[in-house]
């Protein structure tokens, strides 16, 4: 069990499956709605604690989720697995890179060896001018410290998938997963906060429907749950409420938790 006595807090960039949300093209009544919790990016959250702010995910919509964010500062990033939708947007990170000089990412090894492959102007001895470079971190299923925030990862099952959620202090991270093994169940005891992925209410061979996290929600049992990760074919985020229990709700761009 981890626990951290120190504030935390979580702002949700994204909040969408990979395609978004609208859908390119969809006339559905989601996709047409006015209001704009409907409207989701690709999936990524800042964690701010112990003075330090933590990107987890960097997809394709990160520049313009950083330029409407509460607050652009930035001290490492954390990936959950190589998916494009989760990944897409490293390039968008030069800024910080040509601040710091090398900008840090965690990641499992695959996700370093997919970033060099598809970014290789950013790694290697001679790369190219001014393109933004990286230090990279490989984690695996053993707690780290990133940047001096202490890190446990939550190995999750995305399809055939092995990827990462993750816990810092009482508040933990879970996104693209469709099996959480016992050992995962373990570290996730007395989190106060828990965010996972539901994709819609429909079966899917890769993803939480709602349904099924509602009962990672019930085994967990956090004061508060957020789900994230959701398709169109969630329905309005206003009527979320109507159907959800007690303390857990759909999370949506832009919100902001404190614990």
């Known amino acids: 069990m981890q626990s951290n006595q120190q504030s935390i807090e979580i702002e949700f960039l994204g909040t969408g499956t990979s395609t978004g949300v609208p859908v390119v093209g969809c006339q559905c009544a989601v996709c047409k709605s006015t209001d704009a919790r409907d409207s989701r990016m690709r999936s990524s959250a800042l964690i701010r604690t112990e003075g330090k702010t933590i990107l987890i995910d960097c997809g394709p919509d990160f520049r313009m989720q950083m330029l409407r964010a509460t607050d652009y500062h930035l001290d490492a990033m954390i990936a959950t697995h190589v998916h494009y939708d989760h990944v897409g947007g490293v390039d968008d990170l030069r ?15 695959e996700v370093l060896k997919d970033l060099r492959m598809k970014m290789p102007y950013s790694f290697g001895a001679n790369p190219y001018p001014g393109a933004p470079r990286f230090q990279e971190h490989e984690v695996g ?33 879970i996104t693209d997963a469709k099996t959480i093994d016992e050992s995962t169940f373990e570290r996730l005891a007395g989190v106060r906060l828990l965010v996972i992925n539901g994709l819609r209410f429909k079966e899917h061979s890769t993803h939480f429907t709602i349904a099924e996290a509602l009962e990672v929600i019930r085994r967990v049992n956090p004061e508060q749950a957020y789900i994230t990760h959701l398709c169109h074919d969630a329905g309005f985020h206003a009527d979320s409420e109507k159907i959800l229990p007690e303390g857990v709700h759909f999370a949506y761009d832009g919100l902001v938790v404190r614990i």
């Not at 710091?100 to 990641?107: C, E, K, S, T």
């Not at 299923?141 to 990862?153: A, N, W």
């Open 95 to 109: 800024p910080y890179c040509h601040r710091l000089g090398y900008f840090p990412i965690y990641a499992r090894s």
């Open 141 to 173: 299923d053993e707690p780290f410290c990133c940047e001096g925030v202490m890190v446990t990862p939550l190995p999750v099952w995305h399809g055939k998938l092995l990827i990462n959620g993750y816990r810092i202090g009482d508040l933990a991270y």
